[in-house]
């Protein structure tokens, strides 16, 4: 017998610790997004609007790597690990490019979650982890043709990884998860005891 495992959905993972100076990097980063979480007001009232359990600048600002070097410094980074995603995933951009679109800061308070959900309009999406106390969620990774398993019995609980409908994805400072824009994913309530801090992204095809 032989099984060919197709149209698999593949993660790209990293980490930011083997870079030079990472720890400073991270402690500037965080430091960085909780200025933003106190001082964007806009960002504040939105997350408050929206049920956003803690702070996100997703709708309130557009520019974090004009307005700050250490995002800059982030775009460049997360650019080359772009690039190679975008490699192995065999994709063809007849002459064009994947440019990152927007970049938005996370800081999740304790017991916060964030719904499932993709990210329409773009390409390649993703997170870059910076605070990840004890108890933090996890990314939990949902099988894209779960909505088309009509009268399927579930995976049993010793099913591999790449049989389960669910994935749930530990992260650790310095780690970034990039995927598909269209897969959906989701932030299950966040367990630890202080704010679980993130950065995402998106790039689109230019």
């Not at 909780?34 to 956003?52: I, N, P, T």
Request: hydrophobic share 40%; glycine share 6%.
């Amino acid at each position: 017998m032989t099984l060919r495992p197709l149209f698999a959905t593949p993660i790209y993972e990293a980490t930011l610790t083997t870079d030079r100076s990472f720890e400073n990097f991270n402690s500037e980063i965080l430091e960085a997004c909780e200025a933003l979480a106190d001082e964007d007001v806009a960002g504040r009232a939105w997350s408050r609007a929206h049920g956003y359990g803690g702070y996100t600048s997703y709708a309130s600002l557009d520019d974090l790597p004009q307005r700050m070097s250490v995002f800059a410094d982030l775009k460049r980074r997360l650019d080359r690990h772009a690039r190679a995603f975008a490699e192995a995933l065999h994709l063809d951009l007849g002459g064009r490019r994947l440019a990152l679109d927007s970049l938005w800061v996370n800081v999740l308070k304790p017991g916060a979650g964030h719904s499932g959900h993709i990210h329409p309009h773009s390409t390649l999406s993703g997170t870059v982890y910076v605070a990840t106390p004890p108890g933090a969620s996890a990314l939990r990774i949902e099988d894209p043709r779960l909505p088309l398993m009509m009268a399927a019995p579930p995976r049993r609980a010793d099913a591999p990884e790449e049989a389960r409908a669910f994935v749930y994805l530990q992260p650790q400072p310095g780690t970034i998860y990039m995927w598909e824009s269209w897969l959906r994913h989701e932030v299950p309530p966040n367990r630890a005891r202080t704010p679980r801090v993130s950065v995402s992204f998106n790039y689109g095809w230019r």
